[in-house]
C-alpha cells in the first residue's frame, strides 16, 4: 500500500459545481496537510496548509482533514473554468520534518 | 509572499552538455531548498534536500556526480546536470522553506530540459 493514496482522474465538472477531491493515507505519523494546484507546465502552488483534523476555509476553498480515518479532502464551491488543473495532496510529519510525501494528483477539468 | 523564482524555465541543448538551473527565493530567508525531478502525469519525485552552507543531501538513486546542488546562499540554490543525455529529460522543480520545518514548501514554477 502506498503511503498516500489519491485518486489521478480526471475529473469534469460544469462550472459552478462544488468539487470534492481526497486524499487517504497510511503513515499516522503525518500531521501537516497541504494542498497543491498545479497548472501545466507550471511548479505546485500552495492553496491550504493545515495541522490539526477539521476544517480550514479560505475563500471558495475548504480543507478538511480526519486524522481518525486518514483522510483529508479539499472542497471548491463555486468552480471555475480558471480552476482547472492538477491538485496535489502532501503532508509531512512533524515540524522538525521537511520531507513531503505527495498524492499522485488529481487532473480536474471545469467545463464552460 | 513566499515567491520562489526559477530559472531559466526551458532549456534544449545538445547531448553531453552541461546545464545550470537557478532557484530563488525572492521575499524570505530561505534555509532549506528541495530538487524535485517531475515525469509526465507523475507526481513530484523529490532529488536533493539542500541547507545553506552544507552538502547536499540526496536521495537513494540520485547520482551526486551528476547532478550537483550548491546552495551558497539563503535565497539562492542551484542544480547543475552534468553532462546530459536524453534521458535527463525532464521537468525540474526547486521549493524553498524556512527554518523550523513549520513552514510550507513554496515551489518554483519549473525547469522543463530538453536534451537532443
Known amino acids: 500500500q502506498k503511503e498516500v493514496e489519491q485518486d489521478p482522474g480526471p475529473l469534469s465538472v460544469p462550472e459552478g459545481a462544488i468539487v470534492s477531491l481526497n486524499c487517504t493515507y497510511s503513515?499516522?505519523?503525518?500531521?501537516?496537510f497541504m494542498w497543491y494546484r498545479q497548472y501545466s507546465r507550471k511548479g505546485p502552488e500552495l492553496l491550504m496548509y493545515t495541522y490539526s483534523s477539521g476544517n480550514k476555509e479560505d475563500g471558495r476553498f475548504t480543507a478538511q482533514v480526519d486524522k481518525s480515518s486518514k483522510y483529508i479532502s479539499l472542497f471548491i464551491r463555486d468552480s471555475q473554468p480558471s480552476d482547472s488543473a492538477t491538485y496535489l495532496c502532501a503532508m509531512k510529519p512533524g515540524a522538525g520534518s521537511y520531507q513531503l510525501t505527495f498524492g499522485k494528483g488529481t487532473k480536474l477539468s471545469v467545463i464552460p | 509572499g513566499a515567491v520562489v523564482s526559477q530559472h531559466p524555465s526551458r532549456v534544449i541543448c545538445k547531448s553531453g552538455t552541461s546545464v545550470k538551473i537557478e532557484c530563488r527565493s525572492l521575499d524570505f530567508q530561505a534555509t532549506t531548498m528541495f530538487w524535485y525531478r517531475q515525469f509526465p502525469k507523475q507526481s513530484l519525485m523529490l532529488m536533493a534536500t539542500s541547507n545553506e552552507g552544507s552538502k547536499a543531501t540526496y536521495e537513494q538513486g540520485v547520482e551526486k556526480d551528476k547532478f550537483l546542488i550548491n546552495h551558497a546562499s539563503l535565497t539562492l540554490s542551484t542544480l547543475t546536470v552534468t553532462s546530459a543525455h536524453p534521458e535527463d529529460s525532464s521537468f525540474y522543480i526547486c521549493?524553498?522553506?524556512?527554518?523550523?520545518?513549520?513552514?510550507?514548501?513554496?515551489f518554483g514554477d519549473g525547469t522543463r530540459l530538453s536534451i537532443l
Open positions: 503513515n499516522s505519523a503525518f500531521q501537516y
Open positions: 521549493s524553498a522553506s524556512t527554518t523550523g520545518g513549520v513552514q510550507p514548501q513554496h
